[in-house]
């Protein structure tokens, strides 16, 4: 016989045995190589054991219960039941070993297995590799992969995929027996890896199982980090195409940009724009020409050369030019800017809000005109007027002298011409009254004489007056005001014309059989005239301009409605210099309504004299 194929230690309990076990191995011609006998001691680890004992009560029982690798024989026993005891130990060991190398197969091929699915450059690859690979492997009939798609919530992160090696409604047959492992993904059962074998296929050992379980770990993992490689790449592909759109819309706002700074300097107009703290933040090349002609001082955000309207009255500045049009306190109107002994130039500065479409304030532009050629048209027309103004009032006082001194001397009905007389001496009043208020808009300013004044009185002087200049047209004028008087301190010459001049405008615009009415209120504070209409109207276009000096609506000049239009500019001059308000609510074919707001008192420091717009 050959030697035994694994290490054999025969340990005997006393030098008897150990000639017995000695000679029972001498007659069955082992090769003695890797046997070894020995008497007592204690028996080697990881190694086969005979015991050899004169009794039973001599061996270990407890060692023997406990390893496949011990047995033992009597000393009686040892010529027939030793040789049979090597070889038992022998197949035993065959087997174990051939299971070790089947598990160390297993386990190698596994780990190889593992290894190519986490080197799959997709999911849908990946299942291909576990599906051919457990097939091979295990030796499966058939293998069956389902990972459902990666989703955050309703968003599909990564696409699910369902591979088999076989195909039809069912996986299994009715003679097979199917194994289900769990597939994670980053801990959460997301996936089945299915094992199908036949009935009499032996049943999947608890070690085949143990690689299957970490097989279906490493197939949830390497599953994450495709799908998270692919988010990666995905967010990469965006991230790329996001900066590349912001880099050109980046290049679009640079190229706009260059663009309206080009308009903005190319245009003949200072335009600055101002964050919502009031501080600049950019402005056009006009600025700094205007700027430098101010005396503009940077550090005290001062002018030393703004001047009124006068060009050498320097206006006194308790907050610039800018500040004070921002906060609305000087918008439209004229500064001369410039030395007086070099070039000065005339400029209306205007500021405009800008906000978000959402409403949210975004700053303001100030925009600020050279309006210098406009200006010098406005000195030459006002002279012009004047001079105009004082050559026609001295004829005509003469005539109206003339006339008042043939009213007193002559019985002009009797005459026979009375209609006549009163017909020219109403054209020369009106022209009289018409040259005092082109004198009133040329000369810039209007002086106040303020005193205690009945308001109430002064309206039905006015209302009767009109009165029968209306018997012809028809129109009715009525006044409507409270009992006794109400007494204000204004100038009550000067109210009498805003009076006049708003009845008077109503009378032009009013047809035939019209009505007219003059009311008359107050309270606390204020003293308050109303003078409506049910005539034209105005539309709300019109409205913005009705008291701009010399502004006529389309319909009153296509209607050769008489007028220049400087009567509502006289009456907001008068009414501002009082401290008062004027409005107008108006609608196309409804009529008008002015209403003058004037404080009973005025404020304990003397009214000044009030420039008018130009």
Known sequence: MSRPSFPLVILAANVACARAAEAALDATAFDRDGVAVEIGGTAPEHVAVIFVAESVAELPLEELVASVDRDYVLRADAAHELPLRVELLRQRSARRQARHHSAERLRSETMALTWRVHGSDSVAALADT?????????????????????????????????????????????????????????????????????????????????LLGYLGIQIGRATSELWLRDRERDTQRRLHETSAELQRLLDEMDELGVVIRSIADAVNVGVLFYDTDNRPKLHNRRVDDLLALTGFDPQTGRSRHVYASDRRTRVKQDKNIISETLEGDQRGLIYWIGDPEGEQRAIVTEAHGITRPGGESLGSAVVTYDVTDLANAIEIREEYLATVSHELRTPLTSIVGYLDLIEDGYDVDALGFGKEFRTIQRSAEQMLTLIRDLLSTSSHELALRIEPTDVSALLTQSVSAFRPVLVESHQQLRLEAPAGAVLAHVDGGRLKQVVDNLISNAVKYTPEGGDITVRLDRDAASVIIAVADNGRGVSKTDQVRLFDRFFRTREAREAAIQGVGIGLTIVKAIVDAHGGTISVTSEPGRGSTFTVRLPLRPDSTPLPTLPMQP
């Open 130 to 210: 576990v599906v051919a690979g457990v097939g091979e492997v295990f030796g499966a009939a058939g293998v069956a992969l389902t990972i459902p798609a990666w989703r955050d919530g309703d968003v599909e992160l990564g696409p699910g995929v369902h591979v088999s090696t076989r195909h039809g409604a069912r996986f299994a047959g009715e003679d097979e027996t199917v194994t289900a492992l769990p597939v994670d993904c980053d801990n959460d059962i997301a996936g089945e890896l299915l094992i199908a074998d036949p009935i009499g296929h032996a049943r999947r050992t608890a070690y085949e199982r143990a």
